[in-house]
């Protein structure tokens, strides 16, 4: 069994800095491609960036220049530095990572809550 668990969440002021962590545990070989998903009350759950086994990253463009994803293989941890939150990142930002049990699988984090509010 797999599991994915986010850590990093909590209230922060608009202006302000937050760094997300999303740890794969469990029996397995390997975590290759690893996204960040966001969900806002009452919206649909959306891309906000992914990184690759190799470390290559994509963002989508409302937080390009504020949001840097990361990882560190060797803790099967990987990171969502988030910089200059504004009130409209607020959601619940969950992870999701393709990993290697036997074949490869998805597996989707619990999600933790981010809150911009002054």
């Known amino acids: 069994q797999v599991q994915l668990v986010e850590s990093g969440g909590g209230l922060v002021q608009p202006g302000g800095s937050l760094r997300l962590s999303c740890a794969a545990s469990?029996?397995?070989?390997?975590?290759?491609?690893v996204a960040w998903y966001r969900q806002a009350p009452g919206k649909q759950r959306e891309l906000v960036g992914s990184?690759?086994?190799?470390?290559?990253?994509n963002y989508v463009d409302s937080v390009k220049g504020r949001f840097t994803i990361s990882r560190d293989n060797a803790k099967n941890t990987v990171y969502l530095q988030m910089n200059s939150l504004q009130p409209e990142d607020t959601a619940v930002y969950y992870c999701n990572a393709d990993v290697v049990t036997i074949g490869i699988r998805n597996y989707w984090g619990q999600g933790t809550q981010v809150t911009v509010s002054s």
């Open positions: 469990g029996n397995f070989v390997r975590v290759y491609h």
């Open positions: 990184i690759r086994s190799g470390g290559d990253t």
